[in-house]
């Protein structure tokens, strides 16, 4: 076997099927079409229809459009979810929101949305595609976690306290579920130009400060990604679980 071969034969995604949410913008869009690049049959979720659509392609990547905001049935869903390619043996829960409240001006309401969506809809979500990926004898969750989930900014209360919440229920998923062969990961990045992220993208100098701080000297470009993306949800990521991976130029470091 060549080297080439070998390598692909760690990394290529042919022949499984992922679903990802947060799909229509952002990380989770990105995200989308690396994988499908690497090989893997996508549903993307989000729901923003229009988006969805001008990201499917025949064959690859199939759009699905629901509010996981609103969602009470997670196992009808996640039939819906298998209906286009078969059972995913890949999630990518990337559906995230930040309301950017200073701390007094922090509602019930979007408190609880904010925690809803970041971190109650990743695992309800996963439950109840974990048996089939079980079934396979291989599953792959990579969630999104955050600089937040180490370090506090301003007027991120609801949104680090949800994404450190990320970090312990990736670990807990992973002592739940990887002895059945279905690994937990996450990815957390640091400055990526997203509709997140515009508050700081639309300053440039608090921008550059944010590029200042990493230990490359720059912001990310949403192809920095990639390479963690496709390991984490390939085989050649059999043995590593329970992890919280910062693809962040070193920010947390410096």
């Known amino acids: 076997m060549s080297a080439a071969d070998y390598i692909g034969s760690l990394f ?55 509010d996981l905001a609103s969602v009470d049935e997670y196992d009808d869903l996640a039939s819906e979810l298998s209906a286009a390619f078969g059972d ?23 408190w609880d949305a904010t925690l809803h969506l970041n971190l109650s809809v990743p695992f309800f979500l996963a439950r109840a595609l974990v048996p089939a990926m079980v079934k396979k004898g291989r599953g792959n969750i990579i969630n999104i976690a955050s600089l937040q989930s180490y370090r506090a900014f301003d007027n991120g209360v609801a949104y680090g306290a949800s994404k450190g919440g990320v970090t312990q229920l990736t670990r807990a998923m992973a002592q739940a579920w990887s002895k059945d062969g279905v690994a937990a990961n996450a990815i ?62 070193g920010y947390l470091a410096t």
Request: negative net charge; charged residues 20%.
């Open 12 to 66: 290529s995604l042919e022949g499984r099927v992922a679903v990802v949410t947060g799909a229509s913008s952002g990380i989770g869009r990105h995200m989308a079409g690396v994988l499908a690049r690497a090989g893997a049959q996508v549903v993307a979720v989000a729901r923003r229809k229009d988006r969805l659509e001008s990201l499917e392609e025949k064959g690859r990547i199939a759009a699905h459009q629901v």
């Open 188 to 249: 957390a990045p640091g400055f990526f130009p997203t509709e997140l992220t515009q508050a700081v993208f639309g300053d440039d100098a608090l921008s550059q400060r944010h590029a200042a701080a990493t230990a490359v000297g720059r912001n990310g470009a949403l192809a920095d990604l990639d390479g963690t993306t496709v390991f984490l949800a390939s085989g050649g990521a059999s043995y590593l679980t329970g992890q919280v991976v910062a693809v962040d130029g």
């Open 88 to 110: 995913p043996d890949i999630l990518v829960n990337a559906a995230g929101v930040n309301f950017r409240e200073p701390s007094e001006e922090i509602s019930a309401e979007s």
